[in-house]
């Protein structure tokens, strides 16, 4: 993860002041902040936004597998209540 930080900080010093207002749009960050501010504040928002993806990413067959025995779980309850509900 550091390697990769590394690598962001050096992609983003390459840029204009412009280019990284851009990107503080892109990550909701105001852009009248100091250009090495910036370039912290960038590479923080993308660092989170890679661990997110990178958790997700690794869960996904949990999340699935709890997904979809949660809306089994529903549909059974829902039928029992629709049965016994018919049935009084």
Do not use: P
Not at 40 to 65: R, Y
Not at 72 to 81: D, G, N, P, V
């Amino acid at each position: 993860m550091k390697k990769n930080k590394n690598k962001n900080k050096s992609e983003l010093s390459t840029k204009n002041r412009k280019e990284l207002q851009e990107l503080c749009k892109q990550y909701n960050i105001k852009g009248n902040i100091t250009t090495e501010n910036m370039v912290k504040c960038i590479d923080f928002a993308m660092m989170k936004k890679n661990f997110k993806q990178s958790w997700v990413e690794l869960h996904k067959d949990a999340l699935l597998i709890t997904i979809s025995f949660t809306a089994l779980i529903m549909s059974i309850i829902t039928l029992f209540y629709l049965l016994f509900r018919h049935n009084q």
